[in-house]
């Protein structure tokens, strides 16, 4: 939990850069240090990423460790899938920077599973548990601020479709990225889930 939330703090700048187009929530410290978004990175990340293991009572098992060189050229090969058409759909074709990082979240799934088809179920359920975390979470928020979509999102910007008064957008994120970080440890290092024997 702890590793995999503190990598994907590095992930922050991305709402920076690109999500703009989005949203646009005020930050306790101004747009110079987005503090929420390192923090939300954590924090969610960390969840995701254990979610699974913990409901389902499971541990990982590294039976052959990699070497350094191999976890960091995993990992240099599902950023690409993410990043690569982040830019390319949202700076290029204009596409919003939602379905850009979704689709390139697909293209990252779609590549983990054909290299580790064992881990589709740590995939499926961390990508439920993040979306049902996520709607309990913006329905309980919904009830102080009804009007936080409407403020922060940039709703005329995307399609519109709401679910529970929530940007459909958001919830499909959710999910993928839910399902992307919850193996994502596993994939990098070859370890794998196994029912915990205690």
Known sequence: ????????????????????DYWSPPYIFGELFRFEDFFWGFAFAGV????YKVIFA???????????????????????????PLVVLTNIFHINSIYSISIGLIFALLYMYRVRPD???????????SF?????????????YPEVFYR????????????????VEELVW????????????????????VRCTK
Do not use: C
Not at 1 to 18: S, Y
Not at 152 to 167: E, V
């Open 58 to 84: 499971s541990e990982l098992k590294l039976t052959q460790p990699k070497s350094f060189q191999s976890i960091a050229a995993n990992l240099f090969r599902v950023l690409f899938l993410i990043i690569f």
């Open 174 to 193: 959710f999910f993928l990225a839910g399902a992307f970080i919850g193996p994502l440890y596993e994939f990098i290092t070859g370890a794998t889930v």
């Open 152 to 167: 922060f999102w940039k709703l005329d910007a995307i399609s519109g479709i709401m679910l529970l008064g929530i940007p």
């Open 132 to 144: 049902i975390f996520i709607l309990v979470f913006y329905i309980i928020w919904q009830y102080p």
């Open 48 to 51: 995701a990423a254990v979610a």
């Open 119 to 129: 881990l589709i179920y740590d995939m499926l359920w961390s990508g439920l548990f």
């Open 1 to 20: 939990m702890l590793i995999v939330g503190l990598f994907l703090i590095g992930t922050a700048p991305i709402n920076v850069i690109w999500h703009g």
